[in-house]
């Protein structure tokens, strides 16, 4: 596992194309083919990722982007309402500010 991130620019187009891809890798494409994410797409309601669900979208965004995008510590820092209501755009929106 490699804690240096890949050097591709990080835009939110190229962030949001790579959060779909790992989401559908975590829910499975059958799930994904009925699903149009979308930055305004709810993580838990929309695409309904679970705890578990998260813990794997933790680990996959650590391994694409590296150590600098901290998803478990973000999130903790969350309320349960936050986590909740958390959308797509949300999260890309934190990625991309990790990586610039």
């Known amino acids: 596992m490699s804690t240096d991130a890949p050097t ?29 994410v979308t930055m305004e797409s709810m993580i838990t309601e929309d695409l309904e990722l679970e705890s578990i669900e998260f813990v794997a979208l933790a680990e996959k965004l650590r391994d694409r982007y590296g150590e600098s995008v901290h998803f478990v510590d973000w999130v903790a820092g969350m ?22």
């Open 8 to 36: 591709t620019e990080v835009t939110e187009e190229s962030v949001l194309a790579t959060v779909t891809e790992l989401i559908g890798e975590i829910i499975g494409e059958d799930y994904m083919a009925d699903i149009e």
């Open 79 to 100: 309320e349960l309402e936050q986590i909740i209501l958390l959308t797509v755009g949300q999260l890309v929106g934190f990625i991309v500010a990790c990586r610039t």
